[in-house]
């Protein structure tokens, strides 16, 4: 059967047709070259970062414990929920601005000071009583050790803020390739010293410090003027909903995380945020190359229902045809994946990440709901969604710890598919976009999804009857599926690389 025949019946061809349509409909090559631009430095950074991260995540994920990664868990959530204590939405509401003036930048620079100081001070003090509350001895010293490298990367939120609204992802992009390659430098440096248990949290406090004073540097001379009450309440108003939203996010994120360690100990933890972290690769690698500039050029086009139904249309048919065939490739090949690149330590990862896999794999559609919210002037709609979320997935984390990991996975992953639809549902009903319409867009995912899955069987089969053991096997399961959905895909590939390289 050729290309094109296999195109037609996945649906591929029709969503082409969709896509060209829309082109059409909506001519906008400054927007669409901008756009495209800075994905385009997204991706490059991408590549370079998780060059750099995998790497050192085989490395130490075979000389460290799974508890001293569930230790890690515990940090970034509490670090995560300082640092937008000490932003206050300030930023985002900068970014949101159609018309942004010197005393706004001013004065959220000025205002932001404060909130930092108070939070990392209060942050030095609790860090020995979450310690106890969490049951993690290891956790106090590590949480003080933060504290410095967290004010650093709070307080360079408004040249963050700055970088953004000018499409400027190059910068941001430079910023987050450093930070990694700090983060895995002085892991790598503590181990071969001794130090492995302070190794993580060295390692992140690198990444704060690197990354805050990059932004610092390139997001330019600060914004002269001393702050006026009438510019912050002028910001205060979008602020405070991006401000609520981003805590109740965090928290969303990370209750689950959070309950598992409390009530099932770190290395348990460890195990659970190990199956988290290979899902949340692929979403959170479209969220940094595509989500985040969603957000910035969907403002553009806050005042544009028409372009903006659109947009939000075609970006959504592009996220769901990459993440759901990939969701389900790594569900299948799990074993392998686990097996081969961490070790057999990490077994027990391959079933919450099965389990997770069908819930999270409608998650990534999430950047594109979020950055209509942001456009439209609605990003309350976030915060009720996030505190729905953290009542859903609280409540499966403590309704079925009895059944250990399995269950809280099932629980979660409900919850995550209830979330991802709702979401959605909400973005529709903003831009005027019929849910049936958003879903036919998504529908040739599935069916990419569904063939991309046979190809894995058959190759895990072939692989068994050839009694191949360790890489030999993982080359064998993933090479083959990865040229067919390329195959399937090459004119959405081609199109994305055009836009963006050329």
């Known amino acids: 059967m050729r290309l094109k025949e296999w195109r037609r019946l996945l649906g591929l061809d029709a969503a082409d047709q969709a896509s060209a349509e829309i082109a059409a409909a909506v001519p906008d090559n400054r927007f669409s070259e901008t756009f495209a631009r800075s994905v385009r430095h997204n991706v490059i950074a991408e590549i370079t970062i998780q060059i750099l991260r995998i790497g050192g995540m085989i490395v130490l994920a ?20 300082i640092v937008i204590l000490c932003e206050a939405g300030l930023p985002e509401a900068l970014v949101q601005r159609s018309e942004l003036t010197q005393n706004h930048e001013a004065t959220a620079r000025w205002v932001s000071f404060g909130p930092a100081g108070l939070c990392v001070t209060a942050l030095y003090g609790v860090a020995p009583a979450i310690a106890d509350l969490m049951v993690m001895p290891n956790l106090g010293f590590a949480l003080r050790l933060l504290c410095l490298p967290i004010l650093i990367e709070a307080t360079s939120g408004i040249s963050n803020a700055r970088l953004r609204r000018g499409l400027n992802f190059g910068s941001l992009a430079l910023a987050d390739a450093l930070a990694e390659a700090a983060f895995l430098g002085t892991c790598l440096l503590l181990v071969a010293n001794g130090e492995a248990l302070w190794s993580l949290a060295g390692g992140l406090s690198a990444r704060y410090v690197v990354h805050g004073l990059t932004v610092w540097v390139l997001g330019g001379r600060p914004a002269h003027g001393w702050p006026r009450m009438a510019d912050l309440r002028i ?8 401000f609520t939203g981003r805590i109740l996010t965090t928290i969303s994120n990370n209750v689950d995380y959070l309950l598992v360690g409390r009530f099932l100990g770190s290395e348990i933890l460890g195990f659970y945020g190990m199956a988290w972290d290979l899902l949340r690769f692929v979403e959170a690698r479209v969220h940094n190359t595509l989500g985040r500039v ?30 759901i065939p990939m969701m389900a490739c790594i569900a299948l090949a799990a074993p392998e994946l686990i097996g081969t690149v961490y070790g057999p330590r990490w077994y027990a990862a391959v079933v919450p990440l099965r389990i997770l896999s069908a819930g999270l794999s409608l998650t990534a559609l999430r950047s594109a709901s979020v950055a209509v919210y942001y456009a439209k002037n609605q990003p309350a709609l976030d915060v009720y969604l996030n505190g729905f979320r953290t009542l ?4 499966a984390v403590v309704s079925l710890l009895s059944l250990r990991l399995p269950g809280i996975s099932v629980g979660v992953s409900m919850a995550e598919a209830v979330i991802s639809i709702v979401g959605a549902s909400l973005a529709c009903s903003l831009v005027g976009l019929n849910l049936r319409i958003l879903a036919a867009v998504c529908l040739p995912a599935t069916r990419l999804a569904a063939l991309c899955a046979l190809v894995i069987l058959a190759s895990k089969a072939v692989a068994q009857f050839a009694a191949l053991q360790g890489p030999s096997t993982l080359v064998l399961v993933v090479v083959p599926v990865g040229v067919v959905f390329y195959w399937l895909a090459a004119n959405d590939f081609n199109r994305f690389l055009s836009m963006s390289f050329n």
């Open 294 to 323: 969603a957000i910035s050029a969907f403002s553009r086009l806050q005042d544009d229902n028409l372009k903006l139904r659109n947009a939000y249309r075609e970006f959504s048919g592009y996220l769901a045809r990459l993440v």
């Open 392 to 395: 859903l997935v609280g409540v």
């Open 235 to 242: 910001l205060w108003r979008f602020s405070f909903s991006i």
């Open 62 to 81: 075979r000389a460290l414990r799974p508890q001293d990664f569930g230790l890690l868990k515990v940090l970034l959530a509490v670090s995560t929920v």
